[in-house]
């Protein structure tokens, strides 16, 4: 599990996670998500978004790299010989 704990300003962690999903999902730069989460009424500043971005964005990677589910075990082919005509 993530830890918030040393978070101070907001303390809501709902802002945190929307601001690190509107950076990755729709790639914008830290002054325009500063603009889209004073439209969406929160206060932060760019470098306080860049540092939410750099700290938590690994943690959210990993703990989604540990929910993600085994696709199948890799599997190998041998080559092999195709006869035209008894060639």
């Not at 996670?17 to 830290?30: E, G």
């Amino acid at each position: 599990m993530i830890s918030f704990k040393s978070v101070h300003h907001p303390k809501d962690v709902d802002v945190i996670l929307y601001a690190v999903f509107l950076y990755v999902r729709y790639s914008v730069s830290f002054r325009d998500l500063e603009e889209i989460m004073e439209e969406q009424g929160i206060e932060a500043d760019h470098d306080t978004l860049n540092r939410w971005v750099m700290r938590y964005l690994p943690l959210i990677a990993e703990e989604a790299r540990k929910q993600k589910c085994k696709v199948g075990t890799p599997w190998r082919m041998d080559e092999t010989d195709v006869k035209l005509k008894g060639k």
